[in-house]
């Protein structure tokens, strides 16, 4: 996985530097989700790596799944990822485009965890909160698991915040055994 992150960047970077220049930044988070969610298929990745398939081909593939989303410049940066073999990255590449167009925009995408579903009203306040310590707008998806008990856990890139009764027990069971 780490090796994909790294092989995906420069080529999220590059996707994401040409979308700006152009003001394309929906159109190419369309189309690198549309494609994304193509390379995935267990269908398309058998076409990906048969070495009978042409480039030409699989051009002609992506130009139906993508329709109106390839332009010149999708299907140049598509050439590209199939002349370096690299169409697998294209799930990782569309992930790291989305990133930087988060930053670029100063939205921030939060995974909140719970032991129960929240409450709109809940969700509005710990956007707000959110919001204010991070400087940023927030993008908020949560879920529940039954087995924090109560309390919740904030994903927000490489920062968690732990606030679940779980991991308050699991912190003062460490400070006992020292």
Known sequence: MLAETTLARPYARAAFELAEQAETLDVWSQALAL????????????????????????????????????????????????????????????????????????????????????????????????????GSEIEMETDIDQDLIGGIIVRAGDRVIDASVRGRLKQLGRQLVR
């Open 35 to 134: 494609a994304a969610g193509a390379v995935s298929s267990d269908a398309m990745s058998d076409v990906i790596g048969h070495p009978k398939v042409t480039e030409a081909q699989l051009l002609s593939v992506f130009a139906d799944v993508l329709g109106e989303s390839l332009d010149g410049s999708f299907e140049s940066f598509l050439k590209v990822l199939m002349h370096y073999r690299r169409l697998s990255l294209m799930p990782e590449i569309a992930s790291q485009f989305e990133t930087l167009r988060r930053r670029r925009d100063q939205r921030l995408k939060v995974n909140v965890t719970s032991a129960v579903e929240i409450q709109p009203e809940q969700r509005e306040k710990l956007t707000e909160r959110l919001r204010q310590r991070f």
